[in-house]
């Protein structure tokens, strides 16, 4: 049901917007606020998702959990294509989304309602840690199996033109 009354809301303030700011200040000065929100949108957008894509690769390098920049790089990206939607209620939700203290606060709402039970980095395992170095028989799982012998591919007629390996 929200959804359906955000399609049906987002529009009609829209349209609203429209009519009363090109009342105000005229068509071509409206057009030309939209155009110029879109177009420094995308480079607040790129520069700041650049820089939580980089936080979240530290994240993963440093075995961190990434769920703080995976949000903030979600809702960059959500800011991005609420500013390339024409509409000023629109361009001030993406440009809200772009302040990151705003975006602290709806990771601190989400987080209210949602409950994490487990994190965990690596491959999960019921048995103790095996011990590192080469598997030898007899030591856990034994994979049994047929196997096939394939023919090499057939050679070319030709000598070849030197630049490749047959």
Request: proline share 9%; hydrophobic share 45%.
């Amino acid at each position: 049901m929200w959804l359906f009354l955000a399609f049906l809301m987002v529009p009609l303030i829209e349209i609203g917007l429209f009519i009363q700011i090109g009342g105000l200040i005229g068509l071509w000065p409206t057009l030309a606020i939209v155009v110029i929100t879109a177009v420094i949108g995308t480079s607040l957008v790129r520069s700041q998702g650049l820089r939580a894509l980089g936080e979240l690769q530290g994240s993963f390098s440093r075995l961190e959990d990434p769920t703080t920049p995976l949000a903030h790089g979600a809702m960059i990206l959500l800011a991005g294509a609420l500013l390339l939607t024409p509409g000023f209620f629109t361009d001030a939700c993406g440009f809200a989304l772009l302040v990151p203290g705003v975006r602290l606060a709806v990771m601190r709402q989400v987080a209210s309602r949602v409950s994490v039970t487990r994190f965990e980095m690596g491959a999960r395992q019921s048995r103790p840690h095996p011990t590192p170095g080469p598997r030898r028989p007899g030591q856990g799982d034994v994979i049994d199996g047929d196997y096939t012998e394939v023919p090499p591919k057939k050679q070319p007629n030709h000598p070849g033109s030197g630049w490749t390996k047959h």
